[in-house]
């Protein structure tokens, strides 16, 4: 009995030394996937920058196509700008100091009058 119990624990030992050995290079394995992935991205970027460069130097203007990420950043920002000037135009220092600068500036005065008339049509 006594041996059967020591042969048990022996299994017991080899299969849990096989099981860490298998997550051992399974690890390793999935190191050595991840390193080469980012060695691949790496290496595809400087290819992409070089050829991005080298039609620079050519004489080539680089132009990307705008995404959907661009059109909606761009949308977000004119509407933070306006809800900024919209709130800063209720404080009465800045709305006075607003309508002083466009009484007194005759340039500003008609940029202003020219841009409000596209409107009023």
Known sequence: ????????????????????????????????REYNQKMN???NKAYHDAYIQ???????K????????????GFISIIAIIIIFYLLWHIPSIRNFFINLYEENEILRT??????SMFKK
Do not use: C, P, S
Not at 54 to 60: A, P, Q, T
């Open 54 to 60: 080298d039609l620079k130097n050519r004489g080539y």
């Open 62 to 73: 680089i132009r990307y196509k705008k995404t959907f990420k661009d059109y909606l950043t």
């Open 1 to 32: 009995m006594r041996i059967y119990e020591e042969k048990l624990k022996h299994d017991e030992q080899i299969q849990q030394q096989y099981k860490q050995a298998q997550q051992q290079a399974e690890a390793q394995l999935k190191y050595e």
């Open 41 to 43: 991205n790496a290496v």
């Open 111 to 116: 940029i202003v009058d020219v841009f409000l």
